[in-house]
Nanobody, 110 residues
Framework: VRLEESGGGLVQPGGSLRLSCAAS????????MHWYRQAPGKERALVAS???????YYANSVKGRFTISRDNAKNTVTLQMNSLKPEDTAVYYC?????WGQGTQVTVSS
């Protein structure tokens, strides 16, 4: 499985960003897909997941601000991030089937 993220960048506190992940190489039914993040000096942590039948899960820190969605026909997963805070600054990684993307930087700063 190959995963490629896009959509990171610099945004002011309270702003929004949309991350996308395109997956290829699946050889079976759609996998659960995940977004993780890793801030400097911290461990990688799960942000949100979505099952193959579209059931979402969110970490408490992003609940109500982030929305995960997927398109099984296109093998894509999206993370809509609203009301961003400086503590959301991290490298965000897409993951599925024990594979990882290269990560995309999200920086929330004024």
């Amino acid at each position: 499985v190959r995963l490629e993220e896009s959509g990171g960048g610099l945004v002011q506190p309270g702003g929004s960003l949309r991350l996308s992940c395109a997956a290829s190489g699946f050889t079976s039914s759609p996998y659960a897909m995940h977004w993780y993040r890793q801030a400097p000096g911290k461990e990688r942590a799960l942000v949100a997941s979505i099952s193959s039948d579209y059931r979402p899960y969110y970490a408490n820190s992003v609940k109500g601000r982030f929305t995960i969605s997927r398109d099984n026909a296109k093998n894509t997963v999206t993370l809509q991030m609203n009301s961003l805070k400086p503590e959301d600054t991290a490298v965000y990684y897409c993951s599925a089937a024990d594979s990882w993307g290269q990560g995309t930087q999200v920086t929330v700063s004024s």
